[in-house]
C-alpha cells in the first residue's frame, strides 16, 4: 500500500454537503475491498463558507484512488504520493 | 411578446452577463438546464422571468404556488414545454428526485430547463446532469447598475450612492431601502435586508402592520384565513398573487415572524393559534393545500424537514433496484450479524419494491429502508419473522376499520451509522414519513431500534408495543388528524369548547352545528360532567315538564347528539335504568 496525500480546494459549497461526503465514505470505500483506505482529512473553512480539504489515503495505486474519487464525485486538485515520514 | 413580457424586460438591470450565460441554452452542444442561485432578494426571479420574456413559448412555474407533488408539477409545466422555467426551485425539493430521475428525462430533447434557487445544485445534480447542467451564480449589482436602478425608483443619484454604500448592490435591499429613504429621508440606512423591512414596515398602518403580523405565520395567505387583512396585504410590494393566495417574499415574512416571535411570543402563538382553527375546519376538504397550511404550522423538524426541506438533497432516495440487493444485505450483515441478514434476505425476495435506498452521487447505496403495506407481507414471511408477529398480535387486539392502510416499517440502517442519526439516515426517514401521504394510513408500525432511534421518532407518536415493536396511530382522521395534533403542541388551541350563543360545539377544532335542543341537552350534561343525570331531572330541566313516562324525546335528542359527536359517541353513556352520563371530551 502506498500513502497519498490529496489536496481539494473549495470541493464542498456547505456543511451538509461535507457532512454528505463523509456520510457517504464507509460505504463507497466498501466496495473497494481494502485497496483504498481514508486515513484523515483536514478540513479548512474558505472566506466565502466553501470547505477546502488535505486528505490522507492509503492505496494499491493511484488508478484506485482514482477510481474511488469518480464512484465519490469528488474531484482532487492534486495527488502526491508521500516518500517518507519525518518525525518531530 | 405581451405586455407583462415588455414589463419584465424593462425592470432588469445590470444582469448582461447572467443573461448571455443563460442564451447559452440555445447554442449547439449548449446545456440542457441553467440553475440561477443566490441569497433570498438577490434578483433570480427578475432574471429568468426577463429570459423567459425573450421566448414565445416559454412555461414558468412557481414552486411556491403548486403543490409539491409529480401530478401537480406536471399540471403546471405540462408534458412538453418548450422552454421551462421554474422559479423558487427551494419550494420544490420534495420533487428533486422525480425531477431528475422521471420527469426530466421524459422530456423532447429540444426543451430547455431554468431554474432558480436559493442554493447551488449539489452533487447529485452535478453528477445527473453533468456538462449539460450551467450553474449561474448570482451576486450584487455593479455600483453602476445599483444606482440606475434606485435613481429608477426616484431617488437622485446623490441619495442613490449614500444606499448603495450600504447595500452594496443587493437588489431587494435596494428597492426596500429606496422606499424606506423614500418614506423617511433622514433615516439612516441599517445594513442588512431584516433590519431594512423593519424600517420599512415602521411605516405601514398599524391594520396593515397587524394583518402582517397574522400573515407571517402561514404558508400562504388565503380569503378564509385572512379575511380582514387579505386585500390590505395584497397591495404591498413584497407580496405576490399566486392562484394558491398571498404569497409573501421569505426574507420579510420570516423577518417579521421573527420579531413578532421575540418581542411578543404570546401573539405570535395567538396568531397560529387561530390559523390552526382555521386550517383544521378547512381540512377535511381542503386536499393537499390545507394539508400543507397543516405542516407549515408544525415544529417538530423530522415532520417539517420531510414535508419542506430546507436544505439542498444531496442523496438521491429511491426504490431499490434487482442490483442493488448485495449491497443491502452487506449493511445489515456489518450492523446486525446473523439471523436478520438471512431474514432481510427473505424480505428482499418476497417484497423487493418494499426497500428504498439511498445512493452517494455515483449510485453506491449509503442506507436503505423497507417500508410496504402490512398487507403485502406474506404468510411465510409472518411466520419467521418474530417482529411481524408482534405488529399482527397488536393490530388483532386494536383492528383497523376497513379501508384504512396500515404500514409497516421493518428496518432503517446507513452503511456508516446503523440508526444513530446521520445526514442518510434521516433522508430515509423523511422519505417513510412523506409515504403516510398516500391514501387513508391509519397506523405505522416499526421496530423499537435502541435509544437513539426511538428518541427521535418518540416526538412523532411512535409507542413501544410488546416483542420489540413500536406503534404511531394516525387516528381515525388519517394523515391530517395525526398532523393536527403535531401542530396543534404548544398551541393555546382548546379542542372542545361549547358555544351556547351561536349553537356550535368545537370538537377536534371542528365546528359542529347542533340545534337548539341539543345544545341545551349538551350543556346540562356537561355542566353535570361525571355525574349520572337522571333521565327525569334532564326531562324536567331542559324540557321543562313534568316526566309523564313513554316520551322518547330525550332518547331522540341523544341519539342526534351522539350521531354529531362522530368518534366522541362514546362519550355521552347510557346509565341503563337510570338517564345518563357525559365524561370528559
Redesign the interface.
Known amino acids: 500500500m502506498n500513502l497519498y496525500l490529496v489536496s481539494r480546494r473549495r470541493a464542498w ?2 456543511e ?2 461535507l ?3 463523509a ?6 470505500l ?2 473497494f475491498d481494502g485497496a483504498v483506505r481514508w486515513v484523515r482529512s483536514y478540513v479548512f473553512e474558505e472566506a466565502d463558507g466553501a470547505f477546502s480539504a488535505d486528505c490522507v489515503y492509503e492505496a494499491e495505486s493511484v488508478e484506485r484512488l482514482e477510481e474511488y474519487f ?4 469528488l474531484p482532487a486538485d492534486e495527488i502526491r504520493q508521500v516518500d517518507r515520514f519525518a518525525a518531530a | 411578446m405581451n405586455f407583462g413580457a415588455l414589463l419584465a424586460k424593462r425592470a432588469l438591470i445590470g444582469r448582461d452577463d447572467e443573461l448571455a450565460a443563460l442564451r447559452t441554452l440555445h447554442e449547439p452542444g449548449g446545456p440542457l438546464v441553467a440553475v440561477v442561485h443566490g441569497v433570498a432578494g438577490s434578483g433570480k426571479s427578475a432574471l429568468i422571468r426577463a429570459f423567459a420574456a425573450e421566448h414565445e413559448h416559454a412555461t414558468i412555474v412557481d414552486g411556491r404556488a403548486i403543490e409539491p407533488t409529480p401530478a401537480g408539477f406536471e399540471q403546471a409545466a405540462g408534458r412538453h414545454p418548450r422552454l421551462l422555467v421554474i422559479d423558487t426551485f427551494e419550494r420544490l425539493r420534495l420533487l428533486d428526485d422525480w425531477l431528475r430521475h422521471t420527469y426530466f428525462p421524459s422530456l423532447p430533447a429540444d426543451t430547455r430547463v431554468v431554474i432558480a434557487a436559493r442554493d447551488a445544485p449539489g452533487a447529485v445534480w452535478r453528477a445527473t446532469f453533468g456538462e449539460y447542467l450551467r450553474v449561474i451564480p448570482l451576486g450584487p449589482l455593479a455600483p453602476a447598475d445599483a444606482a440606475a436602478v434606485l435613481e429608477g425608483v426616484g431617488l437622485d443619484p446623490q441619495q442613490a450612492v449614500e444606499v448603495n454604500r450600504f447595500v452594496r448592490g443587493h437588489p431587494l435591499s435596494l428597492q426596500l431601502a429606496a422606499s424606506a429613504v423614500k418614506e423617511h429621508p433622514d433615516a439612516v440606512i441599517p445594513t442588512v435586508t431584516q433590519e431594512l423591512a423593519a424600517l420599512y414596515l415602521d411605516g405601514l398602518d398599524p391594520e396593515t402592520r397587524a394583518a402582517l403580523d397574522r400573515a407571517c405565520v402561514l404558508r400562504r395567505v388565503t380569503r378564509s384565513l385572512l379575511p380582514d387583512g387579505f386585500d390590505r396585504l395584497a397591495t404591498l410590494p413584497f407580496v405576490e398573487l399566486t392562484p394558491e393566495g398571498l404569497v409573501i417574499h421569505d426574507t420579510v415574512r420570516e423577518a417579521v415572524s421573527a420579531l413578532l416571535k421575540a418581542t411578543d411570543p404570546v401573539r405570535h402563538r395567538e396568531h397560529r393559534a387561530a390559523a390552526w382553527r382555521q386550517i383544521r375546519h378547512e381540512l377535511p376538504d381542503g386536499g393537499w393545500a390545507s394539508i400543507a397550511d397543516m405542516i407549515a404550522l408544525v415544529e417538530e423538524p423530522l415532520v417539517r424537514e420531510a414535508f419542506f426541506p430546507s436544505a439542498v438533497q444531496h442523496y438521491a432516495v429511491e426504490t431499490a433496484r434487482p442490483s442493488d440487493r448485495d449491497a443491502i444485505l452487506k449493511i445489515v450483515a456489518r450492523h446486525h450479524p446473523g439471523p436478520t441478514t438471512a431474514l432481510l434476505s427473505d424480505w428482499w425476495d418476497a417484497v423487493p419494491d418494499a426497500f428504498r435506498v439511498a445512493r452517494a452521487p455515483r449510485g453506491t447505496v449509503v442506507a436503505f429502508a423497507v417500508l410496504c403495506d402490512l398487507r403485502r407481507i406474506p404468510q411465510g414471511l409472518f411466520l419467521r419473522d418474530p417482529v411481524c408477529q408482534a405488529w399482527r398480535a397488536h393490530l388483532r387486539a386494536h383492528p383497523v376499520p376497513k379501508g384504512q392502510r396500515v404500514l409497516a416499517a421493518r428496518v432503517a440502517l446507513a452503511h456508516g451509522t446503523g440508526s444513530a442519526p446521520s445526514p442518510c439516515f434521516s433522508a430515509l426517514l423523511r422519505d417513510v414519513e412523506r409515504e403516510r401521504l398516500e391514501g387513508v394510513v391509519r397506523r405505522v408500525y416499526a421496530v423499537s431500534g435502541g435509544a437513539e432511534l426511538d428518541e427521535q421518532l418518540e416526538p412523532l407518536g411512535y409507542l413501544p408495543i410488546d416483542g420489540g415493536a413500536t406503534v404511531c396511530d394516525l387516528g381515525a382522521e388519517s394523515v391530517a388528524g395525526w398532523l393536527s395534533e403535531l401542530a396543534a403542541r404548544d398551541l393555546p388551541v382548546r379542542k372542545t369548547a361549547l358555544d351556547p350563543e351561536a349553537r356550535e360545539l368545537t370538537l377536534d377544532g371542528r365546528t359542529v352545528a347542533l340545534t337548539k335542543l341539543e345544545c341545551a341537552v349538551l350543556r346540562y350534561l356537561q355542566e353535570r360532567q361525571g355525574q349520572v343525570v337522571p333521565r327525569a331531572a334532564l326531562l324536567h330541566d331542559v324540557w321543562g315538564y313534568e316526566w309523564a313516562g313513554g316520551a322518547n324525546a330525550v332518547d331522540v335528542a341523544i341519539c342526534g347528539l351522539r350521531r354529531k359527536l362522530g368518534e366522541h359517541a362514546k362519550r355521552l353513556e347510557t346509565v341503563r335504568g337510570v338517564g345518563f352520563r357525559m365524561v370528559p371530551l
Not at chain 1, 23 to 28: E, I, K, M, Q, S
Not at chain 1, 70 to 73: L, N, S, Y
Request: charged share 20%; net charge negative; hydrophobic share 45%.
Open positions: 459549497l456547505s451538509e454537503e457532512a454528505a461526503t456520510d457517504c465514505t464507509p460505504a463507497v466498501g466496495i469518480d464512484a465519490m464525485m
